[in-house]
């Protein structure tokens, strides 16, 4: 292998697998990365791949190529080498003994590999049909409903986001980890009835294709399910990834069907407050506690060994005062990726979910259990 390409070129991609190389050491080879020439002088590319066996990333990038070949490498010492480089071209080249030689400028490195067919083989399938999907909207849906996702090992089928086509060429994500939940519908045309229904895709794969779509020239992406596989795919960047296998909760079953408080706050100063009151919360319950009384709502905590905290916030409220508790890391989490001016809180009572919906967007919800106090 013998080929040139620009430094830039070659950081990005190294930049975008490096979330996805396994860190462990069970199978120490998939820290690499699997770099691939083909093609010839300016029609050249370079293929860059990597995976963990559950998520996978390959991306074409082009290159002057004088020889084909293919080797793997330390995905993180040559990206550490790479992003100190001059911004010159950087010529790899590799040796019989799977060597790569990285010279740019008047530095060089050389730095032990391994050969190619050591590697797993990525998780490929063709899908029938891809959906395309503006990235804008894709990123909006993942952010706003990963966080409820669960990190408990044990509830595998709550470890990831749940995927589901709706009438009215409408696709619904929805995440919760049994203490709270995020749902989010978007209009993305009669080609989401070609998507599968139903589906669980992991955390990890989630956040790779969050990176995916925010890069600055990232458009629309290509999204395809088939069997236990997802696929997404934009310009010559292809992200594959193994579903969670299992069933989703009836999620319905924990959004509120009746609310009889209702009050709009303005999202800001409601965050700052909690995160202000939340800092004397017990560090394990990270409680706080919800007053809600005519034209005020008080929030306070209190902790034995630090002290109390009470801030109030005037709100436009007439009716019966209640007190609620909560986790104020969930009431945080579902402020933080509103992007909402203004949140209407619905409450039922001290002992019944609550739920915050941005007034500007009634397809966006978060649920929080109560806390006892």
Not at 153 to 164: A, F, I, K, S, W
Request: glycine share 6%.
């Amino acid at each position: 292998m013998k080929l040139a390409i620009t430094k830039a070129e070659l950081t990005r991609g190294l930049a975008r697998i490096q979330a996805i190389v396994e860190k462990r050491n069970s199978m120490p080879i998939l820290a690499n990365v699997l770099l691939e020439a083909s093609g010839s002088g300016d029609e050249g590319r370079l293929e860059l791949a990597a995976t963990d066996l559950e998520v996978g990333i390959r991306g074409l990038h082009p290159a002057e190529v004088q020889e084909e070949g293919s080797l793997t490498i330390s995905a993180k010492k040559l990206f550490e080498i790479t992003r100190e480089l001059p911004d010159e071209l950087v010529h790899l080249e590799s040796t019989p003994n799977a060597y790569l030689t990285i010279r740019c400028a008047r530095a060089e490195f050389t730095l032990a590999g391994t050969a190619a067919e050591e590697y797993p083989t990525l998780p490929t399938f063709t899908p029938e049909k891809v959906v395309p999907m503006p990235a804008v909207t894709l990123g909006q849906m993942i952010e706003r409903t990963m966080y409820s996702a669960s990190v408990d090992e044990t509830r595998y089928n709550l470890n990831g986001v749940y995927l589901e086509v709706l009438d009215g060429g409408k696709l619904r994500m929805v995440a919760t980890d049994g203490h709270r939940l995020a749902c989010v519908d978007r209009a993305v045309g009669e080609d989401a009835k070609a998507l599968a229904s139903g589906v669980i895709i992991p955390r990890k794969g989630l956040a790779e294709l969050k990176r995916l779509v925010d890069e600055d020239d990232a458009d629309e992406i290509e999204l395809a399910f088939e069997g236990n596989n997802g696929l997404a795919k934009r310009g010559s960047v292809t992200l594959v990834m193994r579903l969670i296998e299992g069933e989703f909760p009836n999620y319905q079953q924990v959004i509120p069907s009746k609310l009889e408080r209702h009050v709009v706050l303005a999202a800001d100063p409601l965050l700052h407050a909690l995160r202000r009151v939340s800092l004397l919360s017990s560090e394990r319950s990270r409680a706080v506690t919800l007053e809600l009384a005519d034209g005020k709502l008080v929030i306070t905590s209190s902790n034995p060994d630090l002290g109390d905290a009470r801030e109030e916030l005037d709100i436009d409220y007439a009716g019966e005062t209640l007190t609620i508790g909560f986790n104020s890391k969930y009431l945080l989490d579902a402020l933080s990726v509103s992007g909402a001016k203004e949140v209407r809180f619905g409450l039922q009572d001290d002992l019944s979910p609550a739920q915050l919906v941005p007034t500007d967007d009634e397809d966006t919800l978060a649920v929080v259990m109560p806390m006892r106090i």
